[in-house]
């Protein structure tokens, strides 16, 4: 059997990372080169682009670093970073966007999740659903201290990670605008139990991580606050992915400079 061989979803082998251990995560393949290209990170190139795996690689100093899109949902971003990990990426953290459920969360913030509730399906496939869906402290303090030197507040703490966009999240917006019992009231519920913010991937890349023996973490710029309303301003939009990049970029690079 080859020892650098091609991973199927991914199309990349372990000699194309050239040694990278650290990868980015964004839902978005639109969004893979501009990450590539966000201070401190020099030198873009992409690797692959297959479905919905777009992969780049950018360095910080001689240290390289990946970006690979993830998709949406917990099941594509399972064979994003079960691949990355069989060619040995053993640090990910996500870089996305996110609806806020909490009145003091402000449109541009970013949330740095420190374990999810895993409303997915995906995590239930490496580990049972008593399993904590956790992340790596290494990867917590490095976006902390990302966002606090970058001046861009940061909310720390739990998020909500759903299969659907519509009915998991209790959106009325869909087309039947019905939202099935079991998840009438949970906004709600998740609100008075303190979590932060709905989003699709968290549970998955923290169960996964968690359970494998590897770093993980989530940081995620809020684009709406649903306690507000439910519409997704351009500009909020721009500022929250913005705000997420500049952040985890950082963050990143502070991996970089003090390895475990």
């Avoid at 990450?35 to 692959?48: D, G, K």
């Avoid at 994003?80 to 990426?89: H, K, M, R, S, T």
């Avoid at 809020?222 to 306690?227: L, S």
Wanted: glycine share 10%.
């Amino acid at each position: 059997m080859t020892t650098d061989r091609l991973v199927y979803h991914l199309a990349l082998t372990r000699s194309m990372l050239e040694g990278a251990t650290i990868a980015l995560l964004p839902g978005d393949p639109g969004r893979v080169e501009a990450i590539a290209r966000t201070e401190p990170f020099a030198n873009a190139r992409e690797l692959a682009n297959k479905r919905e795996y777009r992969t780049w690689i950018a360095y910080v100093g001689a240290t390289p670093i990946l970006v690979t899109s993830t998709g949406i949902g917990g099941p594509s971003a399972s064979i994003a970073i079960d691949e990355l990990a069989q060619i040995g990426v053993t640090t990910f953290l996500r870089v996305g966007t996110t609806g806020a459920i909490q009145q003091h969360v402000d449109v541009g913030d970013v949330v740095v999740t420190t374990g999810a509730v895993r409303l997915d399906g995906a995590s239930t496939h490496y580990a049972p659903i008593e399993f904590p869906a956790v992340a790596h402290p290494d990867v917590v303090n490095a976006a902390i201290g990302a966002a606090r030197a970058l001046g861009i507040p940061a909310q720390v703490g739990v998020s909500a990670s759903c299969d659907t966009f519509y009915p998991g999240q209790e959106r009325v917006d869909s087309f039947t605008g019905y939202v099935p019992r079991r998840f009438q009231g949970a906004t709600e519920e998740w609100r008075r139990l303190h979590v932060l913010n709905y989003e699709m991937e968290a549970a998955t890349l923290l169960t996964m991580t968690a359970a494998m023996g590897l770093r993980g973490g989530c940081v995620a710029g809020v684009v709406v606050n649903r306690t507000r309303g439910e519409h997704v301003e351009l500009e909020a939009l721009k500022r929250g992915e913005h705000n997420a990049v500049r952040v985890a970029a950082r963050a990143v690079a502070d991996l970089v400079a003090a390895p475990r």
